[in-house]
């Protein structure tokens, strides 16, 4: 079946450290992939997808790639801030789903001044 | 802004209870799902309902039921809560199939403790 799998956390960095947050998929059919963000005491938030192979997706400084060849779509970002602490989950989606996501287990980040 | 509403943040219930969770959603989406979140789990599929009065199981839907009479509303159902549903329940919406493009819209969440 469907399974995303993201690297285990938690991730604690100092402000403006490099961040990459590793996800990986099974390959059955063409999948859409998301990132998600939780922040502190509120639901989910999209913060990237990208639909196609080598689709780059970004937003707020973070950019996720569409790698069909190593079935990832890991999640980097240059400069990390205290702001971007939170809980980041990849997901995905594919075929005639109506709309259902499965996640991977989420991966909390904590940033430091 | 879609706004997908949950009607309670927080509650507490006695094991044996019969719970309701209601999930309002105000821009006439089609595809409603109740996903509940644990730590190193991540989210997972209870149920969801693709129109109103249709409901389909999703990847964990033992001691969970549904309902749907109108389209905006997505209740969930804990016919006798036990404490293993403790959890962090969290409704969506989405008007259509995600790789058509569309997006996923979240509720803030319901933290539900069963004693």
């Known amino acids: 079946g469907n399974s995303v799998t993201q690297m285990e956390g938690p991730v604690t960095l100092s402000e403006e450290a490099f961040l990459t947050i590793n996800c990986t998929y099974t390959?059955?059919?063409?999948?859409?992939l998301f990132w998600y963000v939780q922040y502190p005491g509120e639901g989910l938030q999209l913060l990237l997808k990208?639909?196609?192979?080598?689709d780059k997706g970004s937003n707020k400084g973070f950019e996720a790639t569409y790698r069909k060849e190593t079935t990832s779509f890991h999640l980097e970002k240059g400069s990390v801030q205290v702001s971007d602490s939170a809980v980041y989950f990849c997901?995905?989606?594919?075929?005639?789903?109506?709309?259902?996501?499965?996640f991977g287990q989420g991966t909390i980040l904590t940033v430091h001044p | 802004d879609v706004k997908v509403t949950q009607s309670s943040r927080y509650l507490v219930k006695r094991t044996g209870e019969k719970v309701f969770l209601e999930c309002v959603q105000d821009?006439?989406?089609?595809?409603m799902f109740w996903y509940r979140q644990d730590p190193g789990l991540g989210l997972r599929l209870i149920y969801f309902?693709?129109?109103?009065?249709?409901?389909e199981k999703g990847d964990i839907p033992e001691g969970y039921s549904v309902s749907r009479e109108k389209k905006e509303r997505f209740s969930l159902i804990l016919e006798s809560a036990s404490t293993n549903q403790t959890s962090m329940y969290l409704c969506?919406?989405?008007?259509?199939?995600?790789?058509?493009?569309?997006?996923?819209?979240f509720g803030e969440g319901s933290w539900l403790t069963v004693v």
């Open positions: 821009m006439d989406h089609e595809n």
């Open positions: 390959a059955t059919g063409y999948p859409s």
């Open positions: 969506a919406s989405t008007p259509g199939d995600l790789p058509a493009g569309n997006t996923i819209y």
């Open positions: 990208a639909t196609k192979a080598d």
């Open positions: 997901a995905r989606a594919g075929g005639t789903s109506y709309g259902k996501l499965t």
């Open positions: 309902s693709y129109d109103v009065k249709m409901k």
